[in-house]
């Protein structure tokens, strides 16, 4: 049985905000992500979610296009060869299209400093596959406002009749899972006509998951926003590069999806891939091989700039930690299980990995076999479950009728005042 030959995996980076007044190191980091943790990695591709550049003036009210900005980000990719290394697939936010008139505006400079903006200007599509062919199809969702207004009127993307049909086109040619990806979540995408962007990525049998950006953990309150959307796909939000230096390290192996999310520098690197992170329940798309491989193992990757000295692993409160055995050529770590022991209920797996320098890092890691979900936190989940436009309609409605309130009041009294005077004029 060949234990890689469907295993895959790729990073997720989002917003960058690269500026020219504001932390130069971001652009300095970036560059070590794209050297140090690429090499290391390896990824088959790498997911840029938009806002790849601030275009925020020095005093953080006003916004333009900076070229500079955008230097700075054609520089990194290129000093790093990221070309060379893997493929590179990154989409507009709503920052990268403050200003911009049109596709063709000179502002517009995505088209001419990105990776992808001279082949596509708005929403693609891009097929990775392994080393033995297995295959993923990216689908890029570009919802920036055309034209591009200045901040803070984007907040909200929109996608038209004619682009929802040529996302829907684009998803329905592919006989490959699907991974979605854009800057704007669901939730902040408007849409015409009678289809959505969840509605298009939920009828869609091969879709797996949509990753976004955009809502910077607002602000902290919420540093996991993960939602399963009544559709039948997940819905994962991106910490921000531009504060948290965060990105994300997602695999699909042997028809299951997981993910984690780091922070830049962490080494050395944990993903469990077997058992299923039990709230993850996306489409079965494994094969009678692959639940055969997934009873059998405990399926680890773990990454560090030094090899790999040793990786263990402990369920729940045993006393024995196990040894895990490095499949060769890969950065996967395995070992053999009693998963009839834990064939019901919610349990965690314990994961330790050290290199040969010392570094060490351990994880936790829920799981179960038998559809056991722990709730995810309601927090967690509504900002990616609403619909802003209808939040922004109501407080617009709520605004208006606060500042009408006082009139009406004024109005109802003033009328009540004068009708007191006539009364007592009258009785006199």
């Known amino acids: 049985m ?20 504001h932390d130069w190191e971001r652009v300095t980091e970036l560059k070590e992500f794209c050297e140090l ?17 601030d275009a925020k003036k ?8 900076y070229e500079g900005e955008w ?50 200007p708005r929403s693609y599509i891009y097929k990775v596959t392994n080393h033995v062919g297995m295959s993923l199809n990216m689908i890029a969702v570009d919802a920036c406002l055309d034209p591009g207004p200045k901040r803070p009127f984007n907040f909200i993307g929109n996608l038209d009749e004619n682009e929802i049909l040529q996302l829907q086109s684009l998803a329905n040619n592919s006989k490959d899972p699907i991974v979605w990806f854009g800057h704007y979540p669901t939730s902040c995408i408007f849409t015409s006509g009678s289809k959505t962007v969840r509605s298009i990525i939920g009828e869609n049998p091969m879709s797996i998951v949509y990753l976004c950006g955009h809502l ?15 559709e039948g796909f997940a819905e994962l939000e991106l910490a921000d590069w531009k504060d948290g230096r965060t990105f994300r390290l997602l695999a699909f192996d042997k028809g299951s999806f997981s993910f984690i999310d780091i922070r830049h520098g962490q080494w050395p690197i944990i993903l469990v891939t077997n ?47 196990r040894n ?14 009693d998963y009839n022991t834990y064939s019901s209920g919610l349990h ?21 076999l038998d559809n056991s979900k722990p709730a995810l936190k309601l927090f967690s989940q509504w900002p990616l479950n609403v619909y802003f436009p209808d939040v922004l309609l109501m407080m617009f409605v709520i605004a208006s009728l606060a500042n009408l309130l006082p009139l009406l009041v004024y109005r109802f009294v003033s009328k009540c005042t004068k009708c007191k005077w006539f009364l007592s004029q009258t009785n006199a």
């Open 275 to 321: 058992p299923k992170i039990p709230w993850l329940t996306i489409r079965n798309m494994e094969t009678e091989e692959d639940q055969k491989a997934n009873i059998k193992y405990i399926r680890i990757l773990a990454f560090s700039i030094d090899p790999i000295k040793h990786v263990s692993v402990q369920i729940d409160k045993e006393y024995k930690w």
């Open 2 to 21: 060949n234990l890689t030959n469907r295993l895959i995996w790729f990073l997720q980076i989002s917003d960058l905000h690269l500026s020219i007044f």
């Open 348 to 368: 965690t797996l314990h994961v330790r990995v050290e290199d040969i320098q010392g570094r060490k890092h351990e994880i936790n890691h829920p799981f179960s």
């Open 58 to 65: 020095k005093d953080g009210i006003g916004s333009t296009q």
């Open 216 to 230: 910077h953990t607002l602000g902290g309150l919420v540093p996991q926003m993960y939602t399963m959307q009544s």
């Open 71 to 120: 230097l700075a980000y054609h520089n990194v990719l290129t000093s790093g060869k990221v070309s060379e290394k893997t493929k590179w697939l990154d989409i507009r936010g709503n920052h990268d299209s403050f200003d911009v008139n049109n596709l063709d505006s000179p502002k517009n400079f995505y088209r001419k400093y990105s990776e992808q903006g001279q082949s596509h």
């Open 324 to 337: 895990c055995s490095n499949v060769e050529g890969s950065p996967l770590f395995i070992t053999e299980w």
């Open 37 to 53: 943790t690429l090499d290391t990695i390896k990824p088959v591709a790498v997911l840029a979610s938009g806002d790849l550049t």
